[in-house]
């Protein structure tokens, strides 16, 4: 007979602990998290504050197609005022987003589509916006940082009810400073 069944019993456990780890992946070292939509900008050499703050979510398939989905529309003031719709697609290519849709830039009370999107490689200070057959060169500082949506008032945009302009002056006074500039 045994004198002391615990030996037996502690090696019988542990015997057991290591079929099932074998038999199971126990995987140790974390899996890799993914990159962050702004992440992605860079490794395409693209600024990260060429999106706002809200972003949700994003899918970019293998031939550069992505979609962008925010928290909700969105209007950030750079040199000029830019709307960033719920969805924004496109395809991304080293230093270009083109196919763009889903931004908009306003200039004169009018709202244009931002087709596509390029720096200079080598990378220069310029960033470059193609809205119509117009191109338009902006200090690409400004979408260096990524930006939090901005505060505005409703109003009717190019058939968009839902679409948010500037926050517009309270005092009469600041409207006529507005309007003498």
């Keep these: 007979m045994i004198a002391n069944p615990k030996p037996l019993i502690f090696v019988a456990v542990i015997s057991i602990f290591l079929i099932a780890a074998s038999a199971t992946d126990l995987s140790i070292a974390p899996t890799p998290s993914k990159p962050s939509a702004y992440d992605i900008l860079s490794q395409f050499g693209l600024p990260r504050g060429l999106l706002p ?5 994003y899918s970019l398939a293998e031939n550069g197609e992505f979609v962008v989905n925010l928290e909700r529309p969105c209007y950030i003031q750079f040199d000029y005022l830019i709307y960033y719709d719920v969805s924004i697609t496109g395809v991304l290519k080293y230093g270009s987003i083109t196919d763009l849709k889903g931004i908009e830039v306003q200039r004169f009370f009018l709202w244009f589509d931002v087709d596509e999107i390029k720096v200079d490689l080598p990378p220069s200070d310029s960033i470059y916006f193609q809205v119509g057959f117009i191109n338009k060169k902006l200090d690409i500082q400004q979408f260096q940082a990524i930006r939090s949506c901005g505060k505005g008032v409703s109003v009717s945009c190019r058939g968009h009810p839902s679409k948010q302009a500037i926050q517009l002056p309270d005092e009469v006074d600041e409207i ?4 003498a500039e």
Aim: glycine fraction near 0%; charged fraction near 35%.
């Design 53 to 57: 703050e809200s972003v949700k979510s």
């Design 176 to 179: 006529q400073k507005l309007m």
